[in-house]
């Protein structure tokens, strides 16, 4: 019989938080317990198995009144490459006009992802 490992997470799938437990027992997952809706046990599948971030940040912009626009990944990324997509996202410049969902850099680091405008940027 092999060993049963209890891995902990909290829950951001809803505003509950739920404290979430996932039991596997080192090649599948056995049960997760302690969710109080379907998004929660879903999240604690892929957490514990493939955790998935959306990243927001901004890019410079060229000719609006602020130098910023807000941005976000189109998606969930690979929790281990979120570093990796903030420094691809830092030498993005943008000139003004911008519309919310314009692509300011499409498939981020071979992800399938975008990053998109998450305002309008009016030029100035």
Do not use: F, Q
Request: proline content about 4%.
């Amino acid at each position: 019989m092999s060993e049963h490992h209890v891995s902990h997470y909290l829950c951001i799938g809803c505003p509950l938080g739920c404290r979430l437990e996932v039991e596997d027992d080192g090649t599948d997952i056995v049960e997760v317990r302690g969710w109080d809706c379907k998004r929660g046990e879903r999240y604690g599948r892929e957490e514990h198995t493939d955790p998935r971030r959306v990243v927001a940040t901004t890019v410079k912009v060229r000719g609006a009144l602020w130098a910023r626009i807000p941005v976000k990944t189109s998606g969930s990324v690979p929790k281990a490459m979120v570093r990796e997509i903030a420094k691809a996202v830092r030498n993005v410049e943008v000139e003004a006009p911008v519309r919310l969902g314009a692509a300011v850099l499409t498939d981020v680091l071979g992800t399938g992802v975008d990053i998109v405008a998450t305002r309008d940027v009016e030029r100035v």
